[in-house]
């Protein structure tokens, strides 16, 4: 069975009075929204500048992987990406957190 990438909306500016701000939006399913929330506070206590050596942001991706874009719309796309590549859903992502305490 092949593996289908989330739906995803494009990454689209967001003007408000002289301030832009891009904004991505994945729609994901509830367990999946669930595991990513969760990884998220065990990576970083939910926090975007959280930083731990090479690891940088909510996610703690490493910073290469975010090319020098540290927003939180770059970073929440950057790990969806990168979850989806390396373990296909977040809820696998979440067991491997598990058993390794790394994902």
Known sequence: MALALPSVMAVKPVTAEAKTTTVYVCKLSKSQRAAKAWIA???????????NGIYYGKY??????????YSKANQEKTADRYTHSRYGTWTKAKRHWLSHGWY
Do not use: F, P, V
């Open 41 to 51: 506070q065990r990576e970083s206590g939910g926090n975007y500048r959280a930083r």
């Open 60 to 69: 703690q991706l490493t910073i290469s992987m975010l090319h020098g874009d």
